[in-house]
T-cell receptor
Framework: NAGVTQTPKFQVLKTGQSMTLQCAQDMNHEYMSWYRQDPGMGLRLIHYSVGAGITDQGEVPNGYNVSRSTTEDFPLRLLSAAPSQTSVYFC?????????????FGPGTRLTVT | GIQVEQSPPDLILQEGANSTLRCNFSDSVNNLQWFHQNPWGQLINLFY???GTKQNGRLSATTVATERYSLLYISSSQTTDSGVYFCAVDYNTDKLIFGTGTRLQVFP
């Protein structure tokens, strides 16, 4: 299994540009989520999904959109990039039910908005 | 929402020393996990431990849910243990809330 994969690893955007961060998992996990990590801080939840076709907002959803058309993929869209969105973005997945909540993280995408 | 506090914020050890990291949370939880973020940024799940005690090699964790804290023990630390340790919690909201972490540096 490849686990959780994210692309790209690095990205530089200009203010106002849009882009999509890709996330895929091959573990048949129902639960997927996106976090951002800023220097010296823990991870903050942006959006999450408990299954295909179902998404919901986390702590810091503004400026981001998500969709979940398949179990495997959970892309994160930046609609109009702002310098405040400079961060490292992590995607995670888990079975999300019962006693199988262990979260598995992707390697991260480092995004810089100038 | 639930507040998560971790202590100490920073810890410097010599190889071979033992350490205890603490996670306090402000409300009931049914999901508590410990993660290690290595110096290259990769996050690894160490324990899923909403209550009780678990051990994995030199690492062990104990959560006392009624008193709202969890402890991560690292014995005989190695340089590869360096990085940031995060505690994250949830109670039936599907939203994991992370603490700000404990940064551990282990020197030879």
């Amino acid at each position: 299994n490849a686990g959780v994969t994210q692309t790209p690893k690095f990205q530089v955007l200009k203010t106002g540009q849009s882009m999509t961060l890709q996330c895929a998992q091959d573990m048949n996990h129902e639960y997927m989520s996106w976090y951002r990590q800023d220097p010296g801080m823990g991870l903050r939840l942006i959006h999450y999904s408990v299954g295909a076709g179902i998404t919901d907002q986390g702590e810091v959803p503004n400026g981001y959109n998500v969709s979940r058309s398949t179990t495997e993929d959970f892309p994160l869209r930046l609609l109009s990039a702002a310098p405040s969105q400079t961060s490292v973005y992590f995607c995670a997945s888990s079975y999300g039910s019962g006693n199988s909540y262990e979260q598995y993280f992707g390697p991260g995408t480092r995004l810089t908005v100038t | 929402g639930i507040q998560v506090e971790q202590s100490p914020p920073d810890l410097i050890l010599q190889e071979g020393a033992n350490s205890t990291l603490r996670c306090n949370f402000s409300d009931s939880v049914n999901n508590l996990q410990w993660f290690h973020q290595n110096p290259w940024g990769q996050l690894i799940n160490l324990f899923y431990i909403p209550s009780g005690t678990k051990q994995n090699g030199r690492l062990s964790a104990t959560t006392v849910a009624t008193e709202r804290y969890s402890l991560l023990y690292i014995s005989s630390s190695q340089t590869t243990d360096s990085g940031v340790y995060f505690c994250a919690v949830d109670y039936n909201t599907d939203k994991l809330i992370f603490g700000t972490g404990t940064r551990l540096q282990v020197f030879p």
